[in-house]
């Protein structure tokens, strides 16, 4: 795969992710992953913000945990996205402590965002 498409092919297969989460088709979504690793298509965070979205939405709380925790162990760092679909989740299924307790986290993040910015203005 050439640098740079990474991202590229990852979004491509989201999208099917996201199609056949969607329709709840748990086989064909299956399916898509192998093909994905047999692509040498690593999960990236736009996967994982994928996979949270559509096993949330399906209330599959055994594989949106499973989800979560691969991606804790790989080291893949949430984003905003991220974040914001997994409050989504947590809404719409009234997990409200979970809830809180992922908006705190959000918030440590623009946090170190924001100092992050500032970094470059500090002493200079």
């Not at 690793?37 to 690593?42: H, N």
């Not at 999960?43 to 499973?66: E, H, M, P, R």
């Not at 409200?96 to 705190?104: F, G």
């Not at 986290?105 to 623009?110: D, G």
Request: hydrophobic residues 35%; contains cysteine; aromatic residues 8%.
């Amino acid at each position: 795969m050439q640098e740079g498409t990474c991202g590229k092919v990852s979004r491509t297969f989201c999208a099917l992710l996201s199609v056949y989460g969607n329709a709840h088709q748990w086989e064909a979504l299956s399916q898509i992953r192998e093909e994905m690793q047999a692509a040498g298509v690593q999960d990236d965070i736009y996967v994982f913000t994928t996979l949270v979205s559509v096993f949330g939405k399906a209330n599959q709380k055994d594989d949106l945990n499973a989800t979560l925790n691969k991606m804790h162990e790989r080291g893949i760092q949430p984003t905003d996205e991220f974040y914001n679909t997994l409050l989504v989740v947590h809404a719409k299924a009234g997990n409200w402590d979970e809830l809180s307790a992922t908006r705190a986290q959000k918030i440590r993040l623009l946090s170190r965002k924001s100092a992050c910015c500032l970094c470059p203005r500090i002493g200079g």
